[in-house]
């Protein structure tokens, strides 16, 4: 089944600087990335999405690149502020029904301080 | 914006008892999810279900079982709670499953 591998598990940046945190899996199958940001006390919330057949995205300070050969994929924070504290999780999916093979799978998380 | 409410935010109780968390979600989602998310370990499948009365095993679901009678809503049941289950719990609902998850605010269970 699909394993998704996240790193750093904790990264600290100072305001203004950019964060990037990067995520492998294995299933080539595998065609929806999304990543979520959890705040503290509060459920994951979705930030930005990218199918397998679109190599980049972004959202106003947010990217997300994907490289399908080498089956990994980033999301990049530029100009850093406080309030992007946060865990986040990317996560991989085939959405294939049929078992549990289509949900979505989790890396572990990346705790991200941003320091004024 | 889809939302998915969970019961409560805070429960305390006691080893042994039975306790329902319970899920609702607004947007007609065919997809509903439990995980357990506990410190260092990411975010487990404890469940799921993809329609009304379905419902999966996910990886761990040891001592849980769910209750889907209504497409919007998705229970989750700890039939004799242990401290070990003592972790946040989250729901979450998606329209396909290559779609985003929406999370809910997540249930903090503590069995004393």
């Known amino acids: 089944g699909e394993n998704v591998e996240q790193h750093p598990s904790t990264l600290s940046v100072q305001e203004g600087d950019s964060a990037v945190i990067k995520c492998t899996y294995s299933?080539?199958?595998?065609?929806?990335f999304p990543w979520y940001k959890q705040e503290l006390g509060k459920g994951p919330q979705l930030i930005i999405d990218i199918r397998s057949n679109v190599g980049e995205k972004k959202d106003q300070r947010i990217a997300v690149t994907l490289n399908k050969t080498a089956k990994h994929f980033s999301l990049h924070i530029t100009e850093t502020q406080p309030e992007d504290s946060a865990v986040y999780f990317c996560?991989?999916?085939?959405?294939?029904?049929?078992?549990?093979?289509?949900?979505?799978?989790f890396g572990k998380g990346t705790k991200l301080s941003v320091k004024p | 914006d889809v939302k998915v409410t969970q019961s409560s935010r805070y429960l305390v109780k006691r080893t042994g008892e039975k306790v329902f968390l319970e899920c609702v979600q607004d947007m007609d989602h065919e997809n509903m999810f439990w995980y357990r998310q506990d410190p260092g370990l990411g975010l487990r499948l404890i469940y799921f279900?993809?329609?009304?009365?379905?419902?999966e095993k996910g990886d761990i679901p040891e001592g849980y079982s769910v209750s889907r009678e209504k497409k919007e809503r998705f229970s989750l049941i700890l039939e004799s709670a242990s401290t070990n289950q003592t972790s946040m719990y989250l729901c979450?609902?998606?329209?396909?499953?290559?779609?985003?998850?929406?999370f809910g605010s997540g249930t903090r269970l503590t069995v004393v």
């Open positions: 996560a991989a999916s085939n959405g294939r029904y049929g078992g549990s093979q289509g949900n979505l799978i």
């Open positions: 279900s993809y329609d009304v009365k379905m419902k």
């Open positions: 979450a609902s998606s329209f396909l499953l290559n779609y985003g998850y929406t």
């Open positions: 299933d080539s199958a595998s065609n929806y």
